[in-house]
Nanobody
């Protein structure tokens, strides 16, 4: 079973920065898209950013210009760089990865989430 582990969360003041990491365990399949979601305290989970295997990225407009997604395939890790953080960015941030296996097909795996709290 593939495991994803997020790290880098914490508490920061408004205007600060954090970089989240999402490391995937080794698998018999190939990592396709990697994604970052977030769920604010009073909202449902929403997609924040995606990055395809070829490096193509998509960022939700609400954070475009402040957040950036990247990946390091050698480390099997995706990153979410978050700058100019606002209190409204407070949420549990969760990564996912689509992994394509010749035997099991494409499956999406999820991390357990990391808390990001932005204070005023």
């Amino acid at each position: 079973q593939v495991q994803l582990v997020e790290s880098g969360g914490g508490v920061v003041r408004a205007g600060g920065s954090l970089r989240l990491s999402c490391a995937a365990s080794r698998t018999d399949g190939d990592i396709s898209a990697m994604n970052w979601y977030r769920q604010p305290p009073t909202r449902v989970r929403e997609l924040v950013a995606t990055i395809a295997a070829d490096g193509t990225t998509n960022i939700v407009r609400s954070v475009e210009g402040r957040f950036a997604i990247s990946r390091d395939d050698a480390k099997r890790t995706a990153y979410l760089q978050m700058d100019s953080l606002k209190p409204d960015d407070t949420a549990i941030y969760t990564c996912s990865a689509f992994i394509v296996s010749p035997f099991r097909g494409a499956r999406e795996y999820w991390g357990r989430g990391a808390q990001v709290t932005v204070s005023s």
